[in-house]
């Protein structure tokens, strides 16, 4: 498959003197699913603010896109790439159908039929209440719809099953195991399951750096635990 998105050599942090990510390098190819696990605090949800363009305290050797330069605002990238974030409290004022509709405009393509999407995530009631007034669980959902209604190139989840109850859950993992199908996804988690149930690839993030990939056969629970070199405790919190 070809190159999508390449990062090599990134250095990013909130203070100078204590970088988050370290020399971490990853490449992604076309049609793919990739999850990156680690604990937290390991700097999962700083890279996806970097490559959105929210956070621009990094250096790189090379970020490429399709084979050219990147630069994380630049519109054709931005109309390449849809993000949802574990916490996310903009457009409080619109409701999900406000939402849907301005995100297409943005992305340019037209409002598409969500219903599948609503019914899955069981959120019928909810399609036009303001994002300001939805739980955390639904607010999520609301991201969820619209990113996979939007179908970008490239998306990109983050801790994307927190906050959401079983059904939504086992219908998050349908769509995203079939998102290669439509583009690449890469998300991040610190479950066990949303990993060994959807991707296509591992990485496993600590110390600021992938330390170790998975691919195929090779993505089990066992072999991801050894991975990560956590006690009982820990592991334990990775089925939650």
Not at 77 to 94: G, I, K, L, P, Q
Not at 142 to 171: C, H, M
Request: with cysteine; hydrophobic share 40%; charged share 25%.
């Amino acid at each position: 498959m070809n190159e999508l998105l390449s990062i090599q050599d990134l250095n990013v942090w909130y203070l100078p003197e204590k970088k988050v990510l370290k020399n971490f390098s990853l490449a992604l190819r076309d049609h793919e699913v990739v999850g990156l696990i680690g604990l937290n605090g390991a700097g999962k949800t700083t890279l996806l603010k970097v490559l959105s363009g929210l956070l621009k305290t990094y250096d790189a050797k090379n970020l490429s896109f399709e084979g050219r330069a990147l630069r994380p605002r630049d519109e054709d990238f931005r109309r390449s790439r849809y993000f949802v974030f574990a916490e996310d409290d903009s457009f409080r004022y619109f409701t999900f159908r406000e939402y849907l509709s301005y995100a297409c405009t943005a992305y340019q393509k037209p409002v598409p039929d969500v219903n599948r999407l609503i019914n899955g995530f069981h959120f019928e009631e909810f399609a036009d209440t303001l994002l300001k007034d939805l739980s955390t669980g639904n607010r999520k959902k609301a991201y969820l719809i619209t990113a996979f209604a939007l179908k970008p190139r490239l998306l990109f989840l983050d801790e994307p099953v927190n906050g959401l109850d079983f059904q939504s859950t086992e219908f998050l993992y349908q769509l995203m195991a079939g998102y290669k199908e439509y583009g690449t996804l890469l998300f991040s988690s610190h479950i066990l399951e949303s990993i060994t149930l959807t991707s296509d690839r591992v990485f496993v993030l600590q110390d600021g750096a992938i330390q170790k990939s998975f691919a195929g056969d090779q993505i089990r629970p066992d072999t991801i635990r050894e991975a990560l070199n956590h006690d009982d405790n820990t592991v334990s919190l990775l089925h939650a």
